[in-house]
T-cell receptor, first 112, second 113 residues
């Protein structure tokens, strides 16, 4: 089962920041938080990941609370092309790797 | 930017027929994954390869599904015989090594009639 809880859907105005929350209260010390998104009929696209510290790349910023029990993905200036399902995943480190268990995600609708 | 390639993109078949999907991971990626995504749900891992070896196939329905990665590069996922419930998107992903970030291909959408 997925270890994260996300709202089923959110709306955002074009040009505004989109803030997508994720709860992962049972995360353990060596587990990373990953974010992927999936635009309709395409494969999931990697966005960003982090362990403890906040992270930023060309796509987004990831803010992780100090207790690591929740995080927020920030798309600073949302466009219509950012409309997608966003998955927050806590990676389950197995003997042979980084198992991603996807939940239902958050449907983000960016509106003009 | 290197990408994971998959073919075909779409496949329609009749139940009891055999189907096969092909995946070419990003060059140099040692770890390859096959996922299945049922409409309205998130992807679910079916099988994971490290080079040519299967390291996790716990969720693969082995009575009808098989996967191989003979030379540790590209991979084939086969279903025989296909059932109506196999209609889904089949996604391939790869990573440089087993604890690295996974990158997904565009998927193969299968419809079983």
């Amino acid at each position: 089962d997925a270890k994260t809880t996300q709202p089923p859907s959110m709306d955002c105005a074009e040009g505004r920041a989109a803030n997508l929350p994720c709860n992962h209260s049972t995360i353990s010390g060596n587990e990373y938080v990953y974010w992927y998104r999936q635009i309709h009929s395409q494969g999931p696209q990697y966005i960003i990941h982090g362990l403890k510290n906040n992270e930023t790349n060309e796509m987004a910023s990831l803010i992780i609370t100090e207790d690591r029990k929740s995080s927020t993905l920030i798309l600073p200036h949302a466009t219509l092309r950012d409309t997608a399902v966003y998955y927050c995943i806590v990676s389950d480190y197995m003997e042979y790797g980084n198992k991603l268990v996807f939940g239902a995600g958050t449907i983000l609708r960016v509106k003009s | 930017e290197a990408e994971v390639a998959q073919s075909p993109r779409y496949k329609i078949t009749e139940k009891s027929q055999a189907v096969a999907f092909w995946c070419d991971p990003i060059s140099g990626h040692a770890t390859l994954y096959w996922y299945r995504q049922i409409l309205g749900q998130g992807p679910e891992l079916l099988v994971q390869f490290q080079d040519e070896s299967v390291v996790d196939d716990s969720q693969l329905p082995k009575d009808r599904f098989s996967a191989e990665r003979l030379k540790g590069v590209d991979s084939t996922l086969k279903i025989q015989p296909a059932e109506l419930g196999d209609s889904a998107m089949y996604l391939c992903a790869s990573s440089r090594d087993f604890q690295e970030t996974q990158y997904f291909g565009p998927g193969t959408r299968l419809l079983v009639l």
